[in-house]
């Protein structure tokens, strides 16, 4: 391996001597990055809590001779399996795994782990954001909240200064302890030695089997590498009298360890609950929350810079993993399983088996007591570990995938298809019971036996509250119910919900259970259904609301958004007619419904009818008078739209323009269109009512009515959003990727962000400088 040389650097404020605390100076608005990055890699320090930009220079040096490494200045790191690069700990977690790695040192015998009486284990410290834990005698780092490989941690005591990668901890070691003996005590100021040649003189080396370290000075130490390669090409160059090159060491780490650099306590904890499929893909809910996680903390770092440090808040997500520790069936299924195409069988009975298990009487309740097991165990670990999250009154929020949605719902709202079973079970007894003549003795038999049954339920829910026995419900309130894929609505469909003309949450979801639902989908994904409709019919018509880009420069808040119709966007005047049809209220659908009574009432009775009855008649003609005047009239409104735009086109340019862009540019002209005329409206219809007599027009709708009744409930807020397809998106392709692509999306995880922190708007990073 071959390195290049970098240079002297004997400013670095990690070896320079004690004196007065550093002052802080401003960067120039107009710095570039490349000068800022050579800054920082020359030991600035720059403030990412804050994202200003602070440059740390010291008035005097720290230090002037050589001693052992302080705390601070060691660094330690972590590195996942199958990952090249190690990552470093925050200042704050470094500097405690430094602390407890020297008491352990102290220690000539290795000290008993302490377990408190909630099952913590003192002597593992806690990391990454409270995520994880370390063991320093073994260096692992171990996941809290869920099962998965160890990280290996590392001690960097000694780096390279192009990267400030650490050097491996048993080179490390012995180069720290090489360097001691040899210029311990030495100053700092010492230069390098030069040979009459004019060359640096090296004044003390150490070989190793893959390299080999000469040092020049107490600050000045280069690697270089024995491979073949490099040898070869070293001795070119000596014989060319050109400089050896090599790779400069750091002692030190160049950002010095503090214990403000730490992340604030989590205030909102969201769940992530996975689908289907989990069975054939074990562990894929935790990769899909780390995707998750890492993408939702580069866009708060974009879209919300500031939210952690002003406002000390942190939202972080923990995967909920139900489905591994299930028995369900044993391996039924996959003994009856024929051989031929035994893989694809496999992938099924893995996967889309899931649904049929859960609709099953005999497994639904495993599956439903598995899942909320699981999360009152996460959720009691937690608040073990963060005793003051509650008290601050930290939230909670649940992101639930596919058929999750289904039993997450099912959970909170506590449904079961007991209920339903009894009930068709009551009913079908008292049809046959109302059918059968002459069979008195048998029903008397049915009803003693009913009240037997009675009577032991009572004595078992007795005995049950005697003993305590309860099932388990969720020791939290939810905040928000995010409902990514999710087939929820098809369910709730065929269980009998259907639209009420009331167009709150409650209908779905009470909101003493959950104050908000969000249901998001791909237009492509074949699983997602829509929820809206379910509460207000006339929903079906509107369109779901675009999640914004993630990139998009100006995004407007959802709850300004405005609704727009699919018939809108259709070419001909009978989809209008069929909008305006769609979108009248109940009262006018029940207007229609009691003339066809009034019809069939005529015909059965074949009466002509009084001067009441042909009263009525004429109030029903101008009734569909007035309704004939309104579809005309929005179908004229049609014609008129669309006469403008074919105007319009004409006169623009050809410029490629987006689809969506054209929508959006034809609905303002319709409601521009529409505000115009209804003015005009409402004079016309309102002189043709004035014209019919007071007691004719007794029994009618005013014009204010009607318009009002045309203005039909209109939702809380809004529940679907669809995520935007890209240009060259192909649907069919689509159509088997999008179930799963949720986790990485950017628009997805923005989304989430958005409603963690509804007082937040969100703003893109600008960098800044301020002085301190």
Request: glycine share 6%; proline share 5%; hydrophobic share 30%.
């Amino acid at each position: 391996m071959e390195y290049s040389s970098v240079g002297d650097e004997r400013s670095d404020p990690l070896y320079q001597s004690e004196g007065p605390p550093p002052y802080e100076e401003e960067l120039p608005s107009h710095t570039s990055p490349e000068k800022l990055e050579t800054r920082s890699i020359s030991g600035t320090r720059i403030s990412n809590a804050s994202k200003t930009i602070r440059i740390k220079k010291y008035l005097c040096p720290q230090r002037t001779i050589v001693t052992d490494l302080d705390p601070g200045e060691v660094r330690w790191f972590y590195r996942e399996k199958g990952d090249k690069k190690w990552t470093p700990f925050t200042g704050y977690d470094s500097l405690r795994i430094e602390y407890k790695y020297r008491a352990l040192l102290d220690n000539l015998h290795k000290p008993k782990r302490k377990v408190t009486e909630d099952g913590i284990n003192v002597d593992l410290i806690s990391v990454r954001g409270a995520l994880y834990e370390v063991d320093v005698a073994s260096k692992e780092c171990y996941p809290i909240y869920w099962t998965g490989e160890p990280a290996e941690i590392l001690r960097g005591t000694w780096f390279h200064e192009s990267s400030w990668q650490p050097l491996e901890e048993g080179y490390a070691d012995q180069i720290e302890t090489e360097h001691l003996a040899k210029f311990k005590s030495q100053s700092l100021a010492q230069s390098s030695f030069y040979n009459p040649k004019g060359e640096k003189m090296v004044v003390h080396n150490i070989k190793f089997k893959e390299f080999h370290m000469d040092w020049y000075s107490p600050l000045e130490v280069y690697l270089y590498s024995e491979a073949t390669s490099s040898r070869f090409y070293r001795s070119v160059r000596e014989k060319l009298g050109m400089q050896k090159i090599g790779s400069k060491l750091h002692r030190g780490y160049f950002d010095e360890a503090e214990g403000t650099d730490k992340p604030p306590d989590i205030t909102h904890l969201v769940f992530v609950i996975h689908g289907i499929g989990q069975k054939m893909d074990t562990g894929s809910i935790v990769k899909c929350c780390a995707e998750l996680r890492e993408v939702a903390g580069k866009l708060k770092t974009r879209w919300f810079p500031h939210i952690e440090e002003d406002r000390q808040q942190r939202a972080e997500f923990l995967p909920v993993e139900w489905r591994s520790s299930l028995k369900l069936d044993g391996d039924i299924v996959e003994s009856i399983t024929p051989h031929k195409i035994k893989g694809l069988r496999t992938i099924l009975n893995s996967s889309a088996m899931d649904i049929l298990y859960y609709t099953s009487p005999l497994y639904r309740s495993e599956i439903t007591q598995g899942l909320q097991t699981e999360l009152n165990r996460l959720y009691s670990m937690f608040t073990d570990r963060h005793p003051y999250f509650e008290s601050t009154g930290g939230k909670i929020s649940i992101v639930a995938h596919s058929l999750g949605c289904v039993i997450m719902y099912d959970i909170i709202t506590g449904w079961n298809p007991i209920q339903l079973y009894d009930q068709y079970v009551t009913n079908v007894i008292e049809e046959k019971s109302m059918e059968a003549n002459g069979a008195s003795p048998l029903i008397s038999q049915l009803e003693e036996a009913r009240k037997k049954v009675n009577s032991l339920e009572l004595q078992l829910i007795s005995l049950q509250s005697k003993q305590n026995v309860q099932t388990p419900t969720l020791k939290f309130r939810l905040e928000n119910f995010f409902c990514v894929g999710s087939p929820l609505a098809v369910f709730l469909a065929l269980r009998g919900m259907r639209p009420q003309e009331n167009g709150t949450q409650d209908h779905l979801l009470p909101r003493s259970l959950c104050k908000r639902v969000f249901n998001l989908f791909h237009p492509a994904d074949p699983i997602a259904y829509r929820l809206e409709p379910l509460i207000l019919k006339h929903y079906a018509t509107i369109l779901p609301l675009r999640v914004h880009k993630h990139d998009a420069p100006n995004k407007v808040p959802y709850e300004n958004l405005k609704a727009r119709a699919y018939s809108i966007m259709k070419d001909t005047g009978k989809d209008m007619q069929q909008f305006s049809h769609l979108s009248k209220s109940e009262s006018i659908r029940e207007e229609k419904q009691e003339e066809l009574r009034q019809l069939e009432m005529k015909e059965q009775s074949q009466e002509t009818p009084q001067d009441g009855g042909q009263d009525e008649f004429d109030q029903q003609d101008k009734k569909q008078s007035i309704k004939g005047k309104l579809g005309s009239w929005l179908s004229g409104l049609n014609k008129q739209v669309k006469e403008k735009d074919a105007s319009d086109s004409s006169l623009r340019p050809q410029l490629g323009q987006d689809e969506e862009e054209e929508e959006d540019a034809r609905q303002l002209r319709f409601d521009g269109e529409l505000c115009n005329m209804t003015e005009d409206l409402r004079r016309e219809m309102s002189s043709e009512m004035k014209r019919s007599e007071s007691e004719e027009s007794k029994g009618t709708l005013s014009i204010d009515e009607v318009l009002r009744n045309m203005e039909h409930t209109e939702l809380e807020y809004r529940l679907d959003y669809m995520l935007k397809e890209g240009k060259m998106e192909n649907q069919y392709i689509s159509a088997i990727t999008s179930h799963t692509s949720y986790w990485s999306n950017q628009d997805v995880a923005l989304f989430v962000l958005t409603h963690l922190y509804p007082d937040t708007k969100p703003s893109p990073y600008k960098l800044k400088t301020k002085h301190t």
